[in-house]
Every structure is written in structure tokens, then in C-alpha cells.
């Protein structure tokens, strides 16, 4: 090689062209990294071509045929990654070249090459990436350097699988599914001569386990989480927050996938649909926990119940939402069933005075608990005790004189208005009923009592107060059932859209219904043997 110049194209005529052949053996792929759009690749590139200047007879020296030079000593076409992504165009490690003595050189250099790839994340984590590589000669055009393929035939610029796969390691985030090649012939507006390259194309489908794992499933588990925030009493006062935390863990998800894909406008990642559906749910449920927060704590005082909303809530949504609402209290017959309370220890003659009917056995009394009874199909206590008592002596000798009651006492006309009208308790109305009619009361009573009078009138007041104050408790009860009504009927609705939503957005990707299998396993040797390995202890 002393008077040989590695400067010179290799060719008897400057006008003669050369023809070089190129593959490549992909060994690894190292990194897809999705952010910054970058494919690393571990190739071996192969390179073939032949130089008229390196031919020898084998006889004429000792049988040799073959050569291992250092490549930096002989002219290299100067093939180099046109979408390189780190500045690195051409091999970096010379290793040595072989020679033939036909004048073929053949060199396989190793290199790390990191080529630009446009990522596509619409289907991100269920998605296909379709990356290339394309290598052409930079200073020489077609007329003098013919770049081709190594397993191109004659007549067809594609090469089903371009890329040499037999020493590849598997790799355990991508599945190879396709690698052809294509020879191109390009024109420039600078010059006559077209440049020739080859693209070597590489589909990588992702294995989804990983973000399967990490991904889809804490994301549709919080998506569900959403749903239970109206199982959730009104009550307990945690709805809007547990509502709010749900939105927080959203947003370190959101985070999270803006860490992984590519800050790209063109298209939103399906994960990325995934999420803002999730948050719309969850911001949506946060409106309606608010809504039915508002219902739940409404008072007579401050609403008035609609009667077509006591019809709808209450009447016929529970039965469709398989709601069943305890059964009310029966009222007490007072017919059958004497009522329970304090008795006043009277004279006999005091009940026939007062028209409320003698007590059960031994004798007379004045009872007044009782039963009092519903409004508008509501329920109230029932039997209520008054801690009632008549000072001794009292009535002195002679007994209960005769007592004029008055009549009833007027309510507030706040209670009138709200419960529409206040009735007296059954001992009032029966005490008053005694006044009109004088000659239904005992003789032997001369003058009223004081003490009576009062006690009765205690009793009216305080009877009439527990009535009222059930009326409005039972109101109450009924603003949160229909609380509870909604939040049963908005359980069922976002069930079924959270359901439906994943089902639409994450079944859309095609590679989950793509059953192609590899072809890295099959054409890798590597991937055979290891398979093999593992097939063989389960044999034996």
C-alpha cells in the first residue's frame, strides 16, 4: 500500500462508476425516547464495494486470499445517517477492512447511531411507532458512486426485510413488527446528477405491560373513585373533599404523561383523552355533590318543598332507583288503645268534667299524652309524656270546683303559616269543648282552680310544641331522601358513563386488535436460543 492514495475513487475511469452495497445489522435498540424524538440503535454497518487497485494473485503469495487492513489506510465511501440526531454522521470506530483478492473489500464497522424519529402519540400507551433511518453518500452523486442495497435484486428497489436481525437482542419495551428497505434516487435543483440513498425502515409496536400497570389502571381506578363520591352520605361532610383529591391525583397524572410524551399540537395521546374525560367526570361531580349538599341541608324555614318534587323524588324515582324508604310509624289507636302518659291525679268526675275519657282501671285521671297525628302523610312522635302534677290538696275537700275553660291558645303566626294552623292537643280541645257545655260538668265543683288551669294550659303549649317541632323534622327527612334520591339516580349516571368513556377511548387503539406476531423473534437467533433454554428444563 505504498503508492496507494486512499483519496482517489477506485476506479480504472474517472467516469466509470463504482458501485457500492450497503446493509445493516441492528444489534440493539437501545432508547426510543418519545420527548425528544430520538432513536438509538446499536448497528453493524455493512459495506461492500470493490477496488481495482487491490487485487493480487494468490499463488504468487503463498496461497493468501484474503486481508485484514486498517480501513484508515484505503479509500471509504463516505456513507453517513442523513437524520442524525446528535451530530455524529458517519462511524466513529475504524475497525479493520477485508480484503479480497478479487479486489473486494468488505468492512462492517459497529456504530451507536441516534436518528431522528417523529414520534406519533394518538394511541400513547397502545401505540406504533414508524421510525427510518437513511444513509446516502454526501459527496458523491449517482454517476459516480451507485449506492445500493446488499440483498437488492437487479430489478426492484424494495427489500421486504432490509434490516439484518439475526444477532438482535430482544428489547423489553418494543416489538419489531416490520423492517423493509428502499433505494431512492433524489434530484436536487443544484444539480443534473441524482443522489441515491437508502431508507431503512423500522415499525416498533409497544409492549403495553408497563404503562398498563402504571398507567391505565391507577388512571381508570381513580376514574371510578369518582362514582363513589355519591355513595358517600351527605352527611359525613367529606363528599366535595374526597372530590377534590381525586381532581389532585388527576393532575400529578397529567404531570406525569407531559414528563413523557413529546410537547406536540398536532394530535392528543389517548391516555391524555383518557385523563380529561376523568377530570370532566370529576369536575362534573363536584357541581352536582354541591347541588345535592344544598338539597340535603334545606329547612322549612328556607325552601318549600314543590309538590311535584315530593311526587317525583319521593313517590316515583326511589321505586325505578330500587330505593326503599323505612316504613312510617302506625299511628296509635285511641280507640283501641288507651293513651300512654302522666296521669293528674283527679277526682273521677274530672275526666266527664273535662270530656277526655276516664283512664284504664282504679281510678280517674286526666291523660294528657296521647297520639297526635300526621299531616299530609308525614311522620311524627306519637305518646308524648308530660311530667304533669297537681299540688296536693288542691281541690281541697269538696273537690275539683267548676272550671270555665278558656280557649285555646293561639300559636305564632310563624307556625300557623308554616305547618297551616296550629290545632290544639286532644285534652285541650276536649277541656274546651267542656266549657260550652255546662251541663255536661259535675255539680259538685263550685270555683276553678288555678293551679288546673295553669297545668293545662302548660300542657296545650308544650304538646303543640313537640307537634311543630316533628312537622318540621319530618320536612327535614324528606329534603334528604330526596337528597339521597339524587344521589343514587348520579351514581347510576356515572357509572354508566365511566364505563362507557374507557370502553370508547381505550378500545379505539389498533394495536390491541393487531394479533401479528414479531418478527424480531423470528429471525433473531438470539431470541431462538434463549427460547430454546427455557423450553428445555420444562421438557425435562
Excluded at 91 to 99: G, N, S
Excluded at 225 to 241: A, R, T
Aim: with cysteine; proline share 7%; hydrophobic share 40%.
Amino acid at each position: 500500500l505504498s503508492n496507494y492514495n486512499r483519496l482517489i475513487r477506485p476506479v480504472g475511469n474517472n467516469s466509470d462508476r463504482l458501485t457500492s452495497k450497503m446493509g445493516l445489522r441492528l444489534s440493539q435498540l437501545i432508547d426510543v425516547n418519545l420527548k425528544n424524538q430520538i432513536m438509538t440503535t446499536n448497528v453493524w454497518v455493512e459495506q461492500e464495494w470493490n477496488d481495482y487497485k487491490l487485487k493480487w494473485n494468490p499463488d504468487d503469495y503463498g496461497g493468501v486470499d484474503t486481508l485484514h487492513v486498517p480501513s484508515e489506510h484505503i479509500w471509504l465511501p463516505d456513507i453517513v445517517l442523513y437524520n442524525n440526531a446528535d451530530g455524529n454522521y458517519e462511524v466513529t470506530i475504524m475497525t479493520k477492512a477485508i480484503l479480497h483478492h478479487t479486489g473486494k473489500v468488505v468492512w462492517k464497522p459497529p456504530a451507536i447511531y441516534k436518528s431522528f424519529c417523529e414520534i406519533d402519540v394518538e394511541y400513547f400507551p397502545f401505540d406504533e411507532q414508524k421510525c427510518f433511518m437513511k444513509f446516502g453518500s454526501w459527496t458523491y452523486d449517482g454517476y459516480l458512486v451507485d449506492l445500493r442495497h446488499i440483498a437488492q435484486s437487479p430489478d426492484s428497489d424494495t427489500i421486504d426485510v432490509g434490516i439484518d436481525l439475526q444477532d438482535y437482542y430482544l428489547s423489553v419495551e418494543w416489538d419489531i413488527m416490520r423492517v423493509p428497505a428502499v433505494r431512492n434516487e433524489k434530484f436536487y435543483s443544484c444539480c443534473e446528477e441524482p443522489y441515491p440513498d437508502i431508507i431503512f425502515n423500522i415499525t416498533l409496536r409497544r409492549k403495553t405491560l408497563f404503562y398498563t400497570v402504571n398507567l391505565i389502571i391507577p388512571c381508570v381506578g381513580i376514574s371510578f373513585l369518582s362514582v363513589l363520591v355519591f355513595y358517600l352520605p351527605s352527611d359525613s361532610g367529606e363528599k366535595v373533599s374526597l372530590c377534590i383529591s381525586i381532581l389532585l391525583s388527576l393532575t400529578v397524572f397529567f404531570l406525569l404523561l407531559a414528563e413523557i410524551i413529546p410537547p406536540t399540537s398536532l394530535t392528543v395521546p389517548l391516555l391524555g383523552k383518557y385523563l380529561l374525560f376523568t377530570m370532566v367526570l370529576v369536575t362534573l361531580s363536584v357541581v352536582v355533590t354541591i347541588a345535592v349538599l344544598n338539597v340535603n341541608f334545606r329547612s322549612p324555614v328556607t325552601h318549600r318543598m314543590r309538590p311535584w318534587v315530593h311526587r317525583l323524588f319521593i313517590q316515583m324515582l326511589p321505586k325505578v332507583l330500587l330505593i326503599e324508604r323505612p316504613k312510617k310509624d302506625d299511628a296509635v289507636d285511641e280507640e283501641d288503645e288507651a293513651p300512654d302518659g302522666v296521669l293528674l291525679d283527679t277526682p273521677p268526675d274530672v275526666d266527664k268534667y273535662l270530656g277526655l275519657g276516664g283512664g284504664g282501671g282504679g281510678g280517674g285521671g286526666l291523660s294528657l299524652g296521647g297520639s297526635v297525628g300526621g299531616v299530609g302523610g308525614k311522620r311524627f312522635s306519637a305518646d308524648y309524656e308530660l311530667p304533669l302534677a297537681l299540688p296536693a290538696g288542691a281541690f281541697g275537700d269538696q273537690g275539683l270546683p267548676p272550671l270555665p275553660l278558656p280557649l285555646p291558645l293561639p300559636l305564632a303566626a310563624a307556625d300557623d303559616d308554616l305547618f297551616g294552623g296550629a290545632a290544639a292537643c286532644p285534652a285541650a280541645a276536649a277541656a274546651a269543648a267542656a266549657a260550652l257545655h255546662p251541663h255536661d260538668v259535675s255539680p259538685s265543683f263550685d270555683k276553678p282552680s288555678h293551679e288546673m288551669e295553669k297545668t293545662i294550659e302548660d300542657a296545650r303549649f308544650i304538646a303543640q310544641h313537640v307537634k311543630n317541632k316533628d312537622k318540621f323534622e319530618s320536612v327535614e327527612e324528606d329534603w334528604k331522601y330526596v337528597a339521597m334520591v339524587l344521589d343514587r339516580l348520579f351514581l347510576w349516571i356515572f357509572t354508566i358513563a365511566c364505563v362507557m368513556g374507557t370502553a370508547l377511548i381505550i378500545l379505539q387503539a389498533p394495536s390491541l386488535y393487531d394479533t401479528t406476531r414479531p418478527i424480531d423473534i423470528k429471525y433473531s437467533k438470539i431470541a431462538k436460543k434463549k427460547f430454546m433454554m427455557m423450553m428445555g428444563p420444562e421438557e425435562g
